[in-house]
Nanobody, 121 residues
Framework: QVQLVESGGGLVQPGGSLRLSCAAS????????VNWYRQAPGKEREWVAT???????NYLDSVKGRFTISRDNAKNTAFLQMNNLKPEDTAVYYC???????????????WGQGTQVTVSS
């Protein structure tokens, strides 16, 4: 079965940057809309950003101007560029995407396993 795989997380100082990637574990027909979510310890998962198939984007207010979501359709990969990181950005970041598989004729939603982002001095 296809899985979404996130990468790029790690430890960074306040004001630093990280670039997260999200890709399918195997070849797929297409990646449709992509979302990034995050979950901090003791808190519920929250939506962070969305990019449509055509490239339209939306962001959580607290990350506007700092985070940028993008995609490479040829590689079926999505990214989240995070700049000027703050301690409150510390969380496990999850990729969520709608995929069309070669063996199926419908769109299904998938979640990645998450990647840890820690912002601390």
């Amino acid at each position: 079965q296809v899985q979404l795989v996130e990468s790029g997380g790690g430890l960074v100082q306040p004001g630093g940057s990280l670039r997260l990637s999200c890709a399918a574990s195997t070849s797929i027909q297409s990646m449709r809309a992509v979302n990034w979510y995050r979950q901090a310890p003791g808190k519920e998962r929250e939506w962070v950003a969305t990019i449509s198939t055509s490239g339209d984007t939306n962001y959580l207010d607290s990350v506007k101007g700092r985070f940028t979501i993008s995609r490479d359709n040829a590689k079926n990969t999505a990214f989240l560029q995070m700049n000027n990181l703050k301690p409150e950005d510390t969380a496990v970041y999850y990729c969520n995407a709608y995929l069309i598989l070669f063996a199926e004729t419908y769109i299904r939603n998938y979640w990645g396993q998450g990647t840890q982002v820690t912002v601390s001095s």
